[in-house]
């Protein structure tokens, strides 16, 4: 239990075992020491006090310290205690689980909705949902320009049939890494499936960025890369799609990324070939 200036009245067994203090420890202590820095800044211990006096208990979920300083996810409710006879408000009860495992879970089972496993880029769905961001962001503000890049490695194949599938998994793992090198922080590199790579580039002050973008991947993945007693190397073909208020959906878009990257590939591989609509009539 809880006074109404916030500081600890009474501690039983259970929250001994999940804080790791004794009662004689944190008796007449603000219950602030529970709470995380993060907690601390916004209020969130006066925010709670205030929504169970107004609506009674309030619920809540949030990293909560131990004595140890690690943090535990802690789930439960804060209630207001029974008025006095005189109608005075007596504080609040506080009822806190260690829901730590069930939130990593969770948090594990989220995670491989949205990443692909062997790279750990961005999956094709996780992708959409940045990209269908970044055209309502320029339905808001035309100047906000953006492109999509469509990457294909070229004869992928042949990496499979020379060297084996282990070998294959270890060049996209890697593919990926020189990928993230080549963008910016608040870009978006994907694996779109199979040998397929897709890279939102955010924020463009001019359309020239994305061909400069797509130019240094073509650089980067055509150097080879040692795997295991192998020197694997292969190039990418790489389609650019501009952002404009006509794109109403993520996959109008991939669509013409798609369509200059077959453009690239038609040319002779290794080179990057920007969406122009003229061309796909």
């Not at 009474?10 to 219950?31: D, K, P, R």
């Amino acid at each position: 239990a809880v006074s109404l200036d916030g500081a600890i009245s009474s501690w039983n067994a259970g929250a001994e075992q999940i804080f790791g203090y004794s009662s004689t420890e944190v008796m007449g202590q603000h219950v602030s020491q529970l709470f995380s820095a993060d907690d601390l800044a916004s209020g969130e211990p006066e925010t709670e006090m205030q929504e169970a006096t107004v609506m009674g208990s309030a619920r809540f979920e949030r990293w909560m310290l131990r004595k140890n300083g690690s943090r535990f996810r802690a789930s439960g409710r804060i209630s207001q205690l029974k008025c006095d006879a005189s109608g005075k408000s007596r504080g609040f009860v506080r009822v806190v689980h260690d829901v730590t495992d069930n939130y990593a879970l969770v948090e594990e089972l989220q995670r491989r909705a949205q990443y692909d496993e062997l790279t750990q880029l961005p999956n094709r769905r996780t992708f959409y949902d940045h990209v269908r961001r970044a055209i309502s962001s320029m339905n808001r503000r035309p100047s906000q320009t953006f492109a999509v890049l469509f990457i294909d490695v070229d004869h992928f194949k042949g990496i499979n049939d020379n060297y084996g599938h282990l070998v294959a998994d270890q060049f996209l793992a890697t593919a990926a890494r020189r990928l993230e090198s080549c963008i910016r922080g608040e870009d978006i590199v994907a694996r779109f499936g199979g040998d397929e790579f897709s890279v939102l580039l955010n924020g463009l002050s001019s359309v020239a960025d994305a061909d400069d973008t797509a130019r240094r991947i073509c650089e980067t993945m055509g150097k080879s890369v040692r795997i295991d007693k192998y020197d694997v190397k292969t190039t990418v073909s790489v389609g650019i799609a501009i952002g404009n208020r006509d794109y109403k959906r993520p996959e109008d878009i991939l669509s013409d990324a798609d369509h200059a990257m077959y453009a690239a590939k038609a040319l002779g591989r290794a080179q990057a070939v920007r969406f122009s609509r003229k061309d796909s009539l």
